[in-house]
């Protein structure tokens, strides 16, 4: 009997054929396509595998083709606290980078995904020679900020009891994707 061997997702030969391309930040704007194929490193994680850790440097952007990731923060004590997910189209680890700062969460793999990378020297580069990945990433960043400050409002908006009830669900939810 011949094993099984399992099947690996395929690598895109070039972000033309991406599936995902008019979603992702990067490759929407036609005229950085090339750059960006040729710059660009392809990465598979299984699920449960950590993309990047909270403390540690940005050494560039990760753009999600297939599969889920969570950001998770740890606090001081230990307590894990998801902070969001994220799905294909979508940037990772874009805040940090442009801020200058370490990562303020971890990124782990929710579900099986490939990935783009892009380092942060070339990240800058594709930047300053095509302003149209900058405004999608500014796009992508007002979107973030627009949900953060629409929950925020939400919750302050909310009794205490509905506080506790939303927090009890998400825990539930969340303790179902660990």
Known sequence: M????????????????????EQSPLC????????????RTWVHFQAGQTIFYQGNEPLGLF???SGL????????DGASHTRRLL????ALGYRALFAGEKYQASAVTVEEGNFCFLSKTVLIGVIKRHPGVAMNLLQQLSRDLRTAEEKWVTQVDKGAPERVAEALIFCNWSAKLN
């Open 28 to 39: 929407s704007v036609e005229d950085a396509r090339v750059e960006i194929q040729m710059a």
């Open 87 to 90: 799905g294909p189209g979508q």
């Open 63 to 65: 753009v999600i083709q």
């Open 69 to 76: 990731v969570k950001l998770e923060s740890i606090t001081s």
């Open 2 to 21: 011949k094993a099984q061997r399992a099947a690996q997702p395929c690598q895109p030969a070039r972000c033309e054929t991406c599936e995902i391309r």
